[in-house]
């Protein structure tokens, strides 16, 4: 979906933002950063919100250029935007809003997130079988990635059953109950993706993972998943990773122009070493 964008319309310099109920740093480094070498007139902001209608409907007469959106808006911001892209109109989420002066845009980067640093790790997941945990924005945006990457068995599984049932049905793959799972149909699978926004999943049997596992996180900090990953010597695929490569996506859809990844990965991946105690 092309928008034409009346920059007039819109206030210099040009404000994006993050809504979040506990939004971090991490998106404004990256985008800050980014701004900031390509000596674009942007700026990014973080900001904590618990009602979306105010801050999106507030964006025409504000003059806003876009938004990042968090767990758990997803879903919920569809309903006050003009048009959505096909991508998220078929994972039934956005994370990327975009206002052209007189109308708002949704869009889904978060599946190109995945996908693209899935492929840091390896070329072809087509002979792979994934389980998702969860059943929200993030797990839809998760199978929508997999799916266009043929991956060829997914599985999704949720605390709550019903939810994981409806999402299968939409997305035609495979559920299976959380109570059901184990150590030994853990072991089935090639590839387990955190779409929760837990850092410790209650349902979930630990002991089943082992170094063959392609372990991929959402989260952007150390979680049980990534961490018994790590000791088993898994290949693990942290929640900076996504968020750096969907953050490329919407940098180029606020900006219109392609942004300087190096850079902007430098910058990122600098703070989170920072901020996580884990700089060499």
């Not at 569809?78 to 206002?99: H, M």
């Not at 900076?240 to 219109?256: A, D, K």
Request: glycine share 6%; proline share 4%; with cysteine.
């Amino acid at each position: 979906m092309k928008i034409k964008t009346n920059w007039n319309k819109l206030s210099s310099p040009y404000i994006c933002g993050l809504l979040a109920t506990n939004p971090s740093q991490y998106s404004c480094t990256l985008h800050n950063s980014g701004f900031k070498i390509a000596d674009f007139n942007f700026t990014y902001h973080s900001f904590k919100v618990n009602d979306l209608k105010l801050p999106i409907e507030a964006m025409i007469g504000m003059g806003f250029r876009g938004y990042s959106v968090t767990i758990p808006f997803k879903e919920e911001a569809i309903k006050f935007l003009d048009a959505i892209n096909v991508d998220a109109s078929e994972i039934g989420a956005v994370n990327t809003i975009i206002n052209n002066g007189e109308q708002l845009f949704g869009f889904n980067t978060d599946w190109l997130g995945i996908k693209n640093s899935l492929l840091e790790i390896k070329p072809n997941y087509s002979n792979s079988s994934a389980l998702i945990l969860g059943a929200g924005g993030a797990a839809r945006a998760a199978i929508y990635a997999l799916k266009k990457m043929n991956v060829a068995n997914i599985t999704i599984t949720n605390r709550t059953i019903r939810r994981a049932k409806d999402v299968s049905q939409i997305f035609n793959v495979d559920y299976i109950d959380a109570s059901k799972l184990s150590p030994n149909n853990i072991r089935g699978f090639d590839l387990i993706v955190n779409a929760t926004p837990q850092l410790k999943i209650p349902y979930f049997p630990y002991k089943g993972l082992n170094e063959k596992h392609v372990i991929y996180e959402m989260i952007t900090a150390d979680t049980e998943l990534t961490t018994i990953g790590n000791q088993l010597g898994a290949a693990v695929i942290p929640g900076i990773r996504m968020l750096l490569h969907q953050g490329f996506e919407q940098f180029q859809l606020f900006t219109e122009k392609s942004p300087p990844k190096k850079e902007m990965t430098k910058s990122l991946i600098s703070f989170f070493e920072e901020n996580n105690n884990t700089g060499k």
